[in-house]
């Protein structure tokens, strides 16, 4: 069983920033691919950026390219989602994820472990 821990969700101006960190229980962490994903108000959730258990990336979604970058480390057992340049239709709650698989994947379905998502507010 993995159990997920994300902090550092908050309320920002835009172009702000702020950086997401994500607490993973287990020994095997460092064989995890994880993921952040997100959920706006009405809209589904999507993928933003993933990275797989070598630290690779596998996706980063048009919408925050050059803006969000996902890191790993491995000794503490944390993944990090570093946020810049905030916008306002970055606002969501923001979880973090993690499969067994590696290689990770951008499906929801494919990912078994789930944190309980941090807020992410981000004001005009």
């Known amino acids: 069983q993995v159990e997920l821990v994300e902090s550092g969700g908050g309320l920002v101006q835009a172009g702000g920033s702020l950086r997401l960190s994500c607490a993973a229980s287990?020994?095997?962490?460092?064989?995890?691919?994880m993921g952040w994903f997100r959920q706006a108000p009405g809209k589904e959730r999507e993928c933003v950026i993933a990275i797989s258990w070598t630290g690779d990336y596998i996706y980063v979604a048009d919408s925050v390219k050059g803006r969000f970058t996902i890191s790993r480390d491995n000794a503490k057992n944390t993944v990090y989602l570093q946020m810049n340049s905030l916008k306002p239709e970055d606002t969501a709650v923001y979880y973090c994820?993690?499969?067994?698989?590696?290689?990770?994947?951008?499906?929801?379905?494919?990912?078994?472990?789930w944190g309980q998502g941090t807020q992410v507010t981000v004001s005009s």
């Open positions: 994820a993690a499969t067994t698989d590696g290689l990770g994947s951008t499906k929801q379905n494919e990912y078994p472990y």
């Open positions: 287990g020994r095997t962490f460092s064989s995890y691919a």
